[in-house]
């Protein structure tokens, strides 16, 4: 019976972090970046030419232009990816647009909501690419949760980075 009131203890406990994870922590952050030898102009368009999309997230099943306005900025997406053999639907809209610079992404899937924001630098022909992210979630639950991923998040952004680096340096 100790045992037992021990376990119940120990389940009571982890589930009350969990819960109070949502309450502490609103938003999930990390920053990925990744060096590529070439210069910022070729992979400041490379990066914004939509049909690359595919050879640096192979997930993307389509994209789909919902919304183009003058200056890319405000410009809304329909992308869906496949992820584990689940086929997920989300919104990408640009929030910021500046030329060789920086670009910053708002995505909306489903229960997850991200923002991406690209900095584009330079030195000597050698162009840095640094993505800080930030994800949430309207539902509680999913807030409770994102934390405990982060390192996920987190390596399959830099394996994106690290694919797109292939990419534009193949070229």
């Known amino acids: 019976m100790k045992i037992i009131k021990i376990i119940l203890g120990i389940i009571t ?9 949502g309450l502490f922590v609103k938003e999930t952050n990390y920053t990925t970046q990744v060096s590529v030898n070439k210069p910022l102009e070729e992979v400041f368009t ?13 997930e993307i099943k389509s994209f789909e232009v919902i919304n183009e306005t003058l200056g890319r900025t405000g410009n809304t997406y329909k992308i869906v990816v496949v992820n584990q053999g689940q086929e997920i639907t989300m919104t990408e809209k640009v929030m910021a ?3 060789n610079e920086k670009v910053t992404l708002f995505f ?17 022909e050698l162009t840095t690419v640094t993505l800080n992210s930030s994800c949430r979630s309207d539902s509680y639950i999913m807030s409770c949760l994102f934390p ?3 390192g996920t998040f987190k390596r399959q952004d830099q394996d994106y980075l690290n694919n797109f680096k292939s990419f534009v340096e193949k070229q």
């Open 148 to 150: 405990y991923f982060k």
């Open 46 to 58: 490379t990066f914004n030419n939509q049909e690359n999309l595919k050879e640096w997230i192979p």
């Open 97 to 99: 647009y500046i030329p």
């Open 108 to 124: 909306d899937a489903e229960n997850m909501l991200k923002t991406d924001d690209y900095i584009f630098t330079t030195e000597n």
């Open 13 to 21: 406990a982890l589930t009350i972090v969990f819960f109070a994870t």
